[in-house]
Structures are given as C-alpha cells and as structure tokens.
C-alpha cells in the first residue's frame, strides 16, 4: 500500500497542472501521479489548433468569447461558469508560458491569434500546429522539477476505493509487475481524458477508453451530458487508421475551404459563417452531403493558400499529407468527421467537486457546464488550467488531514487461475466500436439506440462472468469501462427528446428498397 496526501489519476494538462501547483504549495506533502502507459501519452498531447485566451483587447473582448461559447452551447452552457472560464484566460495561459510552454509571435513580438470555427474574433494561442505537444513537453518537465512528485507510468487506475460516499484512494494495477495496489490518498483526482476509443473513428489516441468516467459511476458519483458527443468536421479520411489524424480547424481559420467532389462549396448553403461555422454544423452539413451524394469523404481545398505561410504554420499537417502523396498546394485533403470530444462527464462544481467526498475531476473527463452542448473550438485546454486552478486555490486552503485508513478488501485481489482470451476481448472492443459509430454518431434514432443498449448490456453481464472467473487485465479492465460509457452515452441519448447542438435524432427512416 502507498500513501500520500494527493493522488492524481493521469498525466494530461488537467493532472500535470494541478499537481504542479499543489506540490509547489506544499513542499512537504506528497504527490502522486498515475499514468497508464508513458508520461506524456495522452489527447493533450495532439491538441493542434490551441489555447482560445483573449489577447487582444481591441479587436477582441471577453464578452465576445463568451458569447461565442454560450451559441456554440446552444442555450445549454452555464453562463456563470462561461464568465469565469473565459476571464481567467490570459492568467492561467502566462502560468504555462512560465513552466515553459512557448506560442507563436507575430513579426512585433506579440502572440499570434488564430481562428477557428464559432469564434467570431482571432483568439486562438497556438505552437505550430503542435501546440498540445509544446505544452506536455513543458509541464512534464515542470512536474519532474518538484521534489515531492512521484510519478509512476504503466500504472492503470482500476477502481476508485470509497466508504460512506468518501473517495479514499485508488485500486491500481502496476502493469510492470503485475501487482494491484492500493493508493491511499486524502484527495484523489480524476484526469483522465476522453472517451474516443469507445468510437471506430477517433482523432484521440488509444489511452483514451472513458476509465475515469467508468470508475466515477461505479462509485456512484453523478454523470451528465454523454449525450454530447463532439465530431470534428475534418478527420483525414484514410481508411482502417485508428486514430485518424485531425486537420486543424485552424486550416479553415487560415482560408482552406469544404468542397464536394465535384468541387461545389456547399457550407455557403448551410451557415452564414460557411466553413467557420461552429463544429456541430459543419459535421453535421458534411453528414447531410454524404448521405446525398453516396461519397465516402469530402474535400477540404487549400490550393488556393499562401503554401509558405502554410507551411510554417502547419508544418506537421503539411508533411503527413505530403507522406499521403497529398500536395497541399495541388490537391484538395480527402476528410470526414470523427469523433473528437466528450461535452459531458463527471458533474463537478466550480471547485472540481464531484458528489463523492474527497474525489475531484478536471479534464475532458469532467462536466463543469462551460461546453453546454457543443465545445467551442480551443475551449478545452482552456477549461482544464482554469478547473485545475480552481482545485488548487480550493485545496490550498484546507487544513491538512490525514487520509482515513483504505479498507481494502483483499481477498478481492486474489489471482485466479485463467488467463483471458485476447483474442476475444479485441473482438468485442471492436464490435463496440463498429456500434457506437452506427448507431450513436452524429445522426441518431431510438431504433438503433434500443438495439445497441441491448446489446452493450449484454456485454456488460458476459464480462461481468468473465471478472469472476479470470485474473484481471488492462484489455478486460478498458473494454469493461468502454462499455459502460458506451452505455451512457446510448441511454442519456435515448433520453434526450430534443435536439441541440452536436445531438441530433431523427426518426428512423428505412433502409429496405421500396
Ligand atoms: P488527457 O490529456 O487525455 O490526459 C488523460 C490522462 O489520463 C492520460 O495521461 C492517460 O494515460 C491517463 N489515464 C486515463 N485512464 C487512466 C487509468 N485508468 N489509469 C491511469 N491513467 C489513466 N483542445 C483544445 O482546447 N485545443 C486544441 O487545439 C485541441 N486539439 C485537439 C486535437 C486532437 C487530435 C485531440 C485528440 C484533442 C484536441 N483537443 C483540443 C482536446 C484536448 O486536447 C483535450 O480535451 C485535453 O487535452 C484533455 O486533457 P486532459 O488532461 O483532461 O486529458
Ligand atoms: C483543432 O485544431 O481543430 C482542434 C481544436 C479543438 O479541438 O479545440
């Protein structure tokens, strides 16, 4: 058994930047970091567009950004929250610039803003496009700076250990020997990312199975908001590559435009803001055309672009495409929508607070009300240094306790026998995923979402055998916890009559011929 005052289950921007600030606060109380493969794997890491700060304050305003996130939500955001995410910005975006974190500068010096779909002004802080790589690079380092922070990698969070509605630490399978542990801690934190692999089209990486959500539900804690699954308009269309590789937003900021095969610009029929309009009705614009057409992507055209600035802006797009033998300059990006975002998550108040004592969650996994229900684009890192911020000036002025004693039941450690069969698990992981992609994407019907939850809760009581007869793995552990997200996305969609932002239901139409 390990102890330690603060336990932090992932090591993504929501983790590292909590844990940096608590154990700078707190030279001698200890910390724990938990990851469950390498350091710095995690969606962090991929983010391209940026950080959405206001910077320029004549142009821009904060009241622009927030009006910008609360129409993206759709009328579901909670406008307090919004005000205080959005003015929080350019404080919390200096505190990664101190750790390290370098952005793009115009030729005077000053930060370069890009744009993104839904943003009605220039906001967007980037590095290159690899600006989550940029930031995981600084607070990693940042993180291995402090004394008092213990990191362990390959460390898999399998069960959050709570008494009388109390978090007291975390069961952890140790992937390196094989051990489950008990982290005792007096405060746990859930950062633990996205959901993507739940769907067969990702842009996220394969870290992200929903393990925080899945463990907050098995500890009773209140989730909302799984209905609310974000698709990103232009994932490159290249078939059987999990994850799919995202062309930024940010290309379309920059002057790329959506065309149909045949060259028809069709998001000037949609939306006035065309291809800058919010997420939710881009992807949903391209769904439509697809389904018209027959085709199996759409286009995005940069051909008319300044290539050198292009270039340098978006090097690593530019390359991947070039390593496709797609020339940016001569040919237009084959791209489709694929899952990109969790709006929803673990309920937590403005200090992170779950309904389970002692536990918090920042991140993608958690549901703070800033995203209602669509994110506006680059509002993600923002809301995780804002949350993890507010976490810590809520904890800095607690007393110090001393955790309560972790009654962990030991004979349910006990190794068994039987080895899981891989080769099945994969097969269900990958059933799920075809599911979820069909009958939970950006159109859905209560037809297909019947059928999925009937069959994901029967998958959720074949492993429920499985659990009892065999010694635990991280495969078995992930796919379990993959199915009860998909779950709960199928029945908060199943009850969700109208429709908003990134959900949309119709009634079935059939497929039979007439
Ligand atoms: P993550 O960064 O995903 O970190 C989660 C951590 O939890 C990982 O370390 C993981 O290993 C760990 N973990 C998970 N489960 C367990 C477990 N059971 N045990 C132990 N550890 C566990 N947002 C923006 O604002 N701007 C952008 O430009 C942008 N671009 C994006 C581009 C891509 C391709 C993707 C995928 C996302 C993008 N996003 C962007 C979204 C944003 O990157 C994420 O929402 C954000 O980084 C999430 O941070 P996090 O710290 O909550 O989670
Ligand atoms: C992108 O660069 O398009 C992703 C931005 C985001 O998800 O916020």
New binding site residues.
């Given amino acids: 058994m390990k102890k330690c005052d603060y336990l932090v289950?992932?090591?993504?921007?929501?983790?590292l930047s909590f844990a940096i600030k608590i154990a700078q606060r707190f030279p001698q109380r200890k910390v724990i970091i938990?990851?469950?493969?390498v350091?710095e794997?995690?969606?962090?890491?991929?983010?391209?567009?940026?950080?959405?700060v206001v910077i320029d304050k004549i142009e821009d305003s904060f009241e622009k950004h927030i009006q910008d996130t609360l129409i993206c939500g759709d009328g579901l955001c909670d406008s307090d929250v919004v005000k205080m995410v959005v003015s929080q910005g350019p404080e919390r975006l200096q505190e990664l610039m101190n750790w390290g974190a370098q952005f793009d500068l115009t030729a005077n010096g000053t930060l370069d803003l890009g744009k993104e779909g839904g943003h009605s002004n220039n906001r967007v802080v980037?590095h290159k496009d690899q600006?989550?790589y940029e930031i995981e690079k600084a607070i990693v380092a940042e993180a291995h700076r402090q004394p008092n922070i213990e990191f362990y990698e390959y460390?898999?969070?399998?069960d959050l250990v709570t008494k009388d509605n109390c978090c007291l630490g975390a069961k952890?399978l140790n992937e390196l020997t094989n051990e489950i542990i008990t982290i005792q801690s007096t405060y746990t934190l859930l950062?633990?990312?996205?959901i993507?692999q739940v769907y067969g089209h990702t842009?996220?990486?394969t870290?992200?199975?929903g393990?925080?959500i899945a463990?907050a539900k098995r500890a009773n804690a209140i989730i909302a908001d799984m209905e609310f699954i974000q698709f990103h308009p232009t994932a490159l269309y290249h078939k059987d590559v999990n994850?799919t590789f995202?062309i930024?937003e940010a290309v379309r900021g920059f002057g790329a435009v959506l065309r149909t095969k045949d060259g028809r610009r069709f998001m000037t029929e949609y939306d006035d803001r065309a291809d800058l309009a919010s997420r939710d009705i881009v992807s949903q614009s391209i769904e439509q055309e697809l389904k018209k057409s027959g085709d199996e992507c759409v286009y995005l055209d940069c051909t008319q672009l300044d290539i050198k600035a292009f270039k340098n802006h978006f090097p690593m797009i530019y390359d991947r495409c070039k390593a496709l033998s797609i020339p940016v300059e001569t040919q237009w990006i084959p791209v489709i929508p694929a899952q990109?975002?969790l709006c929803g998550g673990i309920v937590v108040n403005t200090n992170g607070q779950t309904s389970v004592e002692n536990l918090f969650a920042?991140?993608?996994?958690s549901r703070t009300g800033l995203h209602g229900a669509n994110r506006l684009?680059?509002?993600?890192?923002?809301e995780?240094i804002v949350y993890s911020n507010n976490i810590y000036t809520y904890l800095s002025q607690k007393k110090k306790i001393n955790p309560k004693t972790a009654v962990v039941n030991h004979h349910e450690f006990l190794p068994k026998p039987g080895t899981m069969n891989q080769k099945y698990l994969a097969s269900i992981r990958d059933h799920l995923q075809k599911i979820m992609q069909q009958n939970a994407g950006i159109i859905r019907n209560d037809v297909d979402l019947l059928d999925s939850q009937m069959e994901l809760t029967y998958w959720e009581l074949e492993l429920q055998l499985l659990e009892e007869n065999f010694a635990l793995n991280k495969a078995f552990?992930e796919l379990k916890?993959m199915i009860t997200v998909g779950l709960l996305i199928v029945d908060h969609s199943l009850k969700r009559t109208e429709n908003r932002g990134g959900f949309v239901k119709n009634k079935k139409t059939t497929t039979l011929p007439l």
């Fill in positions: 289950i992932g090591s993504g921007i929501a983790g938990i990851t469950k493969t350091e794997e995690c969606n962090t890491k991929y983010a391209q567009g940026g950080i959405a980037h600006t989550g460390h898999f969070a399998l952890v950062a633990t990312g996205g993507g842009t996220n990486p870290v992200a199975t393990d925080g463990m994850p995202l930024s990109h975002y920042c991140g993608e996994c684009a680059s509002n993600s890192l923002l995780a552990c916890n």
